[in-house]
């Protein structure tokens, strides 16, 4: 029944910044985990950043300090600010979700979430 969209990626010079969104379709009986994962050919699809039910960030090292995650609950949408783009942050975004209660905390891991969006490729040039 939920769905996730991505959109925003695109081509974009080192140093520059995109913000990405996904967008959640369906009726959320409870509260939600939310991730962005990110992966390139060959390689394991890893973490980027987490928020917890009750909005709490998280973020995978080499994210901290250039990409802030956040979410409009009213619009149902959650967003990834990514700036300060490097060359190694090219990759497939994926949008991620799952059930989980308000107080609770999320997990990092790509098997935790049970929905999942199809990505949107972000390429930084050099």
């Known amino acids: 029944q939920v769905q996730l969209v991505e959109s925003g990626g695109g081509l974009v010079q080192a140093g520059g910044s995109l913000r990405l969104s996904c967008t959640v379709f369906g009726y959320v009986y409870s509260s939600f985990c939310m991730a962005w994962f990110r992966q390139t050919p060959g390689k394991e699809r890893e973490g980027v950043a987490h928020i917890d039910p009750d909005g709490t960030p998280s973020y995978a090292d080499p994210a901290k300090g250039r990409f802030t995650i956040s979410q409009d609950n009213a619009k149902k949408i959650l967003y990834l600010q990514m700036n300060s783009l490097k060359p190694e942050d090219t990759a497939m975004y994926y949008c991620?979700?799952?059930?989980?209660?308000?107080?609770?905390?999320?997990?990092?891991?790509?098997?935790?979430?049970?929905?999942w969006g199809q990505g949107t490729q972000v390429t930084v040039s050099s």
């Open positions: 991620a979700a799952t059930y989980r209660s308000y107080g609770s905390r999320c997990g990092r891991g790509k098997n935790e979430y049970k929905y």
